[in-house]
């Protein structure tokens, strides 16, 4: 009798010690932006937020020059929200100024693609509108590097990648959505993103690694970005995808 009555209090304790609350990780592009949930501020970008009751958040974040994005979650216990929001420059139209781009680095004449189209060789310059890019320089086969450059409009923004280097991904690089599945197929709901082709369905976050394919878990080589509008995920997974 004495044994039930300790097992009882054990398991009792054990419920009431079950967490009752969810989180949400918070990035933006670019980082370092003021993150306010439901009106109260707790901290800056990249961040993770814990505590946040069970139900529906408005998180908003906010830096000085440019514009405040916003988000609705919805907290579930014990569940982590992946949240990736991108800012535009307050008063501004980033896609009608022009900035130029010019990429040094190594190894000495690597490919450099922006936003996976071919813009030459190291040393490499090119116009482009403002605002984030994705640039990779590709020396050997196995050996890349992507970074997402912030393009400032009417000057010269320089940035130096050598191919493979510690940070960059040396197996894959991001390449347009719309150049391997039809847009049908893919649905993009605040970060979140679910393509379904070929009888693959895809769940997967802006801004985050992890991922599920039919059902099974697992980690992108890089994490799906929106820039300009366009979504671009690992040219791999696309390829993938579309049987390519």
């Known amino acids: 009798m004495a044994s039930f009555v300790a097992l009882a209090l054990f398991l009792a304790a054990a419920t009431t010690q079950l967490p009752s609350h969810g989180g949400a990780f918070v990035t933006t592009l670019p980082l370092g932006a003021d993150i306010w949930v439901d009106g109260a501020y707790v901290g800056r970008t990249p961040a993770f937020v814990d505590l946040l009751s069970v139900g529906k958040h408005t998180i908003v974040v906010t830096r000085t020059g440019w514009e ?11 569940q982590v929200v992946q949240v990736s929001l991108t800012l535009a420059h ?3 139209s980033a896609s009608h100024d022009l900035g130029e781009l010019d990429v040094r680095g190594s190894p000495a ?5 922006v936003d996976g189209k071919k813009i030459g060789a190291i040393p490499a310059t090119a116009k482009l509108p403002s605002g984030y890019h994705i640039v ?6 196995d050996e890349r590097s992507t970074r997402d450059v912030n393009v400032y409009p009417d000057t010269i923004t320089t940035v130096s990648i050598t191919a493979g280097e510690a940070g ?13 599945i039809p847009d049908p197929a893919v649905t993009v709901s605040g970060s979140q993103i679910t393509i379904k082709y070929h ?3 895809l769940r997967c976050a ?7 394919l039919n059902g099974k878990e697992g980690l992108l080589s890089i994490a799906p970005a929106m820039l300009s509008g366009k979504l671009y995920l690992p040219q791999s997974l696309l390829q993938h995808l579309s049987g390519r």
Do not use: C, F, H, M
Request: aromatic letters at 4%.
């Open 168 to 180: 960059g991904s040396a197996t894959d690089i991001l390449e347009p959505v719309s150049s391997y």
């Open 109 to 113: 004449g690597g490919t450099v693609l």
């Open 136 to 141: 990779t320089v590709i020396g050997k086969p």
């Open 68 to 78: 405040a994005q916003s988000a609705t979650i919805d907290v579930a216990v014990g």
């Open 199 to 201: 009888n693959n369905d």
């Open 206 to 212: 802006v801004g985050s690694r992890a991922y599920t």
């Open 90 to 92: 307050a008063g501004t």
